[in-house]
């Protein structure tokens, strides 16, 4: 699965990734590749991917987060 996460003025991160897990306003969000389809807001923190890589930890202020077709798009 694919994630981006943006800002008004950059590509903060973007790759493939095997799950993500970020800061939803009532708890913490799993998503893993095929989750359904998905809008919500997220709330300031740390989003987690993983990947065969290893993990990442990216900091967020408040936006949204759209999962769609094995993408998910995060916009602070």
Known sequence: MKIDVVTTEEIV???DVDIVI?????????ILPRH????TSIE???????NTSGETEI????????VS???VTILV
């Open 59 to 66: 900091p967020v202020g408040d936006g949204f987060m759209e």
């Open 22 to 30: 970020a800061p939803g306003s009532d708890g913490q969000l799993g």
């Open 13 to 15: 991160y973007s790759g």
């Open 44 to 50: 300031a923190g740390i989003v987690l991917v993983r």
């Open 69 to 71: 077709d094995d993408q």
């Open 36 to 39: 359904a389809a998905l809008l």
